[in-house]
T-cell receptor, first 113, second 113 residues
Framework: SQKIEQNSEALNIQEGKTATLTCNYT??????LQWYRQDPGRGPVFLLL?????KEKRKERLKVTFDTTLKQSLFHITASQPADSATYLC????????????FGQGTELSVKP | SQTIHQWPATLVQPVGSPLSLECTVE??????LYWYRQAAGRGLQLLFY??????ISSEVPQNLSASRPQDRQFILSSKKLLLSDSGFYLC????????????FGQGTRLTVV
């Protein structure tokens, strides 16, 4: 079965630094990876999507990269702020094969002032 | 605009009692619908997904079932709850096809006592 893994359960960084989160998936193609933010007690909110034929996507201070050789996506938050503290989830979009969207276990990011 | 409604927000149920959680979507037609469960501090576990009325795919054999009696209604049920059914249940929808974001409801915090 398909798997998606996020390497770190928690990441602590200082305000102003760049946070980098990692997501790996098992062999699946065509791969679309999505990134979500989840605050405590709330449902996840979509941030970015990247396709396997795209190397990079950006949205304001967010950047996502995709390495199909490593089967890995990196999620970057530049100039991080305490308000960026949340759990970040990556998801493997398998909707072209029956509608599945499976999530990793999430990385809890804490940005200290 | 599209909206998703999930209720109740919190629920405390005794072991052995039945369960019915309801999710409805407005402002779209023929959406993909999902039920996820999230244990404390963990990622989202896909329980069921549906690409159309009466079409339910189950991901994890367990004590739960799902139904889609109408195009934009998704129901999660159990005949007899177990302690292990406790968790945060999330309903989500997306447009059909790949590479589309998922929109989540507010979630239901279920505690089985």
């Amino acid at each position: 079965s398909q798997k998606i893994e996020q390497n770190s359960e928690a990441l602590n960084i200082q305000e102003g630094k760049t946070a980098t989160l990692t997501c790996n998936y098992t062999n699946y193609s065509p791969a679309y990876l999505q990134w979500y933010r989840q605050d405590p007690g709330r449902g996840p909110v979509f941030l970015l999507l990247i396709r396997e034929n795209e190397k990079e996507k950006r949205k304001e201070r967010l950047k996502v990269t995709f390495d199909t050789t490593l089967k890995q996506s990196l999620f970057h938050i530049t100039a991080s702020q305490p308000a960026d503290s949340a759990t970040y989830l990556c998801a493997l979009d398998m909707r072209n094969q029956g509608g599945k969207l499976i999530f990793g276990q999430g990385t809890e990011l804490s940005v200290k002032p | 605009s599209q909206t998703i409604h999930q209720w109740p927000a919190t629920l405390v149920q005794p072991v052995g009692s039945p369960l019915s959680l309801e999710c409805t979507v407005e402002g779209t037609s023929n959406p993909n619908l999902y039920w996820y469960r999230q244990a404390a501090g963990r990622g989202l576990q896909l329980l069921f997904y549906s690409v159309g009325i009466g079409q339910i795919s189950s991901e994890v054999p367990q004590n739960l079932s799902a139904s889609r009696p109408q195009d934009r209604q998704f129901i999660l049920s159990s005949k007899k709850l177990l302690l292990s059914d406790s968790g945060f249940y999330l309903c989500a929808w997306s447009e059909t096809g790949a590479a589309t974001e998922a929109f989540f409801g507010q979630g239901t915090r279920l505690t089985v006592v």
